[in-house]
């Protein structure tokens, strides 16, 4: 079975720029999170969809990040324009039932914004 | 060794010995648990679980204890290996029924040859 995918393992990009992360989830995952990790802190949530619905972003930190879920499948995260603080390793995870092992996490991507 | 979870996020122990990571969590409704293990340039793996009527669970080389008085969660590997050098995450499931987890601070855990 394949795991959590996504790309691309690192991006470095100028304050102002945008960028799109990209996932694929374990097919037949319903449900597909994003979290942050930043500096070296826990890891943060940012937000789950259920199949193509948003189901919780309420760790969105503000309206320059968007993220979609094209048809239940693959997820996307934007962030336009990009600022230095939101640098920091970007994961990508699924699961089809929480409570019984938790997530697959992918490898992450981590972002630099100079 | 031990750490105290947020306020030392960082543990050294030598090969063989044994190792304590703890972890405070912050939701008394919680009552499912994960520890997780992420190595540099790696997603976070999953390592043992536990849910809030159980004391204790054992996998192989891994324990974890849950005190839900005090919200407190261990996990502790025992006979350390160079290969369980990584940053330990707990993480909580709150409350019943969400599919969200909350993650600690996380521990790094260095094993000395």
């Known amino acids: 079975e394949a795991g959590v995918t996504q790309f691309p393992s690192h991006s470095v990009i100028e304050k102002g720029q945008t960028v799109t992360l990209r996932c694929d989830p374990i097919s037949g995952h319903d449900n597909l999170y994003w979290y942050r990790r930043v500096m070296g802190k826990e890891i943060k949530f940012l937000l789950h969809?259920?199949?193509?619905?948003?189901?919780?972003e309420s760790g969105m930190p503000n309206n320059r990040f968007l993220a979609e879920r094209t048809g239940g499948t693959y997820s996307t995260l934007k962030v336009q324009p990009a600022e230095l603080e939101d640098s920091g390793v970007y994961f990508c995870?699924?699961?089809?039932?929480?409570?019984?092992?938790?997530?697959?996490f992918g490898s992450g991507t981590r972002l630099t914004v100079v | 060794g031990e750490s105290v979870g947020l306020h030392l996020p960082t543990l050294s122990v030598q090969e063989g010995d044994n190792s304590i990571i703890n972890c405070a969590y912050s939701?008394?409704?919680?009552?499912?648990f994960i520890w997780y293990k992420q190595e540099s340039g790696k997603g976070p793996q999953f390592i043992i679980d536990i849910r809030s009527n159980m004391d204790k669970r054992q996998g192989q080389r891994v324990t974890v204890l849950l005190n839900k008085t005090v919200k407190h969660l261990s996990l502790q590997i025992a006979a350390t290996q160079p290969g369980d050098s990584a940053v330990y995450f707990c993480?909580?499931?709150?409350?019943?029924?969400?599919?969200?987890?909350?993650f600690g601070q996380g521990t790094r855990l260095t094993i000395n040859p």
């Open positions: 969809f259920v199949k193509e619905s948003k189901q919780d």
């Open positions: 993480a909580e499931n709150p409350p019943p029924g969400a599919q969200k987890l909350v």
């Open positions: 939701n008394s409704a919680s009552d499912y």
């Open positions: 995870a699924s699961s089809q039932d929480v409570r019984v092992g938790g997530y697959t």
